[in-house]
């Protein structure tokens, strides 16, 4: 079979002829007369897509569900040949450049090497301090900056950039959806649990503002002081006094605040009463599943797990979003001219399909990318947030996140 | 939503036998069609006779059963199995899979060329269309398209074949004689069906995302009108327009809008929309008897079919099938 005679993955190859006597090139076609070349056909142009990442460390030999090396890398390398096939119409033509950080190398330093070669698109997968410094690094130069995978809200408030959108959810997003949910399910007492880190209590910082907004109750804080026993696996024992710490609280939901998943998988089954556990393990809130197959998001698991090899995770997803905002704004613009694009994310008319049955687009007050959220338990979806019923008015989806009247971002 | 649905099914069994007792009853065994129903997570198709709307047979086939259609004399049922990548050819007679097409990989919709032999295939995971010849089994030709390619028109001369790529977003205009791409026109996001008027000189293209339907000019290959939903008490993000069809006289559209659980009647010469039928639960895909005078559709999150009296504009029944249903085609004879 002629399918067999080349990869699936390589358009150019298609486009080469390889595909076999019968395969012709439709790369080869002048896209003429459609109502869009009605304008001049622009020329074939090539946009380079910056990433950087810093990879995770090797993992120990007995951990099973180690983040894979290519976390993120993988879907913005799908994102760009999704945006090559559909380049080959538009004679638009997309390429990565990737710098993996490691100790030699800052965040800052790969920018200006990126941008050194002409690159103005970055996107990162860091933390959110390399996220500013490299967004203030590169002001001025007319390159914008795709956030993947900081959820921090202050990027999004006080700290936000002109120069930067967030595709990842921020962490109120994030908590917001489980607020929704449990609301709908009518629980209401939550038995709040915080891990040691800044992210900790950030996320619990988040989720006390979403119980605020949404009327849940907190009827218990605690902070989690017992280590990394999710880390610890198997082979220790249940840790008695981690266990009666649950004790004496009146709750219907206990939600942890780990987001290093040190500990939260260690106290579901564990709880002195039965109760079951969300937040950051057990019932969570994110972008993407493996058992998301709505919307289209069957074929986008297939593609992935055929290109990678593996199983599609948030972060890829992130990524990928954030890839395929460029090429999408430059095929609704009909140019990849980054200045006409920098301006074009944050426009309402730009949307970007993204396997969520709606179109996302950017918010124009903190360029957060609007979109629905998932909320999953480890082998299932169980809901998709914003639920029914609640309202906004501009959008459904305007309910989860910080909101145009209180948000503290300022675009210089 | 739901409960609007129970009340109109319920509604139905008056309507039903209304209707059965003044329209049918004159048209004798002629109209007795049967109608194929793909369940996607079924692995099955479900058969129903189109006079006494029961279900008479329920047929295995491959994996993730899509696309379906009939050959031209109605022998034939074909079915896209698209997670075995291939498509299952039963016989009508017997329901048994006789023999399967190499379709390239992921198979999700195809139509049946004019002389009944090639088979044009969009598959869906590969970017490209898939020319089969049927007879032989042989693949005539690859199209490389856009992302995801899913809807497949093909014009009423068999000249032109239009595949809707869902990530792409663009409908692509393909020369059935050179097999090659000779326009691409952009529509709006996600475009999932594609259908000729019976005149050959427009096209609709339904925009699931997106919302619309647009009307392409064949010649002029532009978009000259876009068609917009508006439902009460429906939140405008679940209209999500897919399966189209248009009536033989070009006088009537009607547009599954999927998440809405509703079936838009149009006006299809001033692009009006009329009404909105209430079916079940994500409606997907649409299918006319030859004489027009039933439209099925195929209502996945319900795992049933809704059955519209075309020239009334009501749904008189709803008839339960199996696990998600997807694609419907009713045979010629």
Redesign the interface.
Known sequence: ???STRS?LA?LA??LGL??P??????A?E??????A?APAPAATETRVGLIYRPEPAPSSYDAEAAPEDEGVAGARMAIK?NN??G??TKQTYTLDEIALDATKSAVEAARELVGRGIKFLVLALPADEVLTVADAVKGEGVTVFNTAAPDDRLRGADCRRNVFHVVPSRAMQTDALAQFFTLMRWRKMFLIIGPQDGDRLYAEAFRNSARKFNLKITAEKPWTFGPLAKARGDTPTRSEAMVFTRGVDYDLAIVADEANDWGDYVPFRTVDPRPVAGTQGLIATTWHPTLET??AA?AQ??FR?QAGRLMRPLDYQAWAAVRSIGEAA?QKKTVDPAVLAPYFADPAF?L?AYK???LTYRPWDHQLRQPVIVVQPKAMVSVAPEQGFTHQR??LDTLGIDLPETACKFP | MSRGFRANASGSVVAWALLAATTLAGTGSASAYTVYVTNEKGNSVSVIDSETLAVTGTWKVGRRPRGVTTSKDGKELFVCASDDDRIDVLDTSTGKVVRSLRSGPDPEQFILGPTGNLLYVANEDDSQVTVIDVEKNKVMAEVPVGVEPEGMGLSPDGKILVNTSETTNMAHFIDTTTFQVIDNVLVDARPRFAEFTADGKFLWVSAEVGGTVSIIDVAARRVVKKITFKIPSVNDEAIQPVGIRITKDGSKAFVALGPANRIAVIDAKTHTVEKYLPVGQRVWQLAFTPDQKLLFSTNGSSNDISVVDVAAEKVVKSIPVGLLPWGVAVSPN
Not at chain 1, 22 to 27: E, N, S
Not at chain 1, 31 to 36: H, N, V
């Open positions: 079979m002629l399918a699936p358009p298609l486009a595909g076999g019968w395969c012709l090139p439709a790369a076609q896209p003429a007369r459609s109502a869009e009605a999704d096939t559909t080959r119409f919307w289209g074929q297939n593609r055929r095929t949307s399909p049955g709606v179109s959008t459904p």
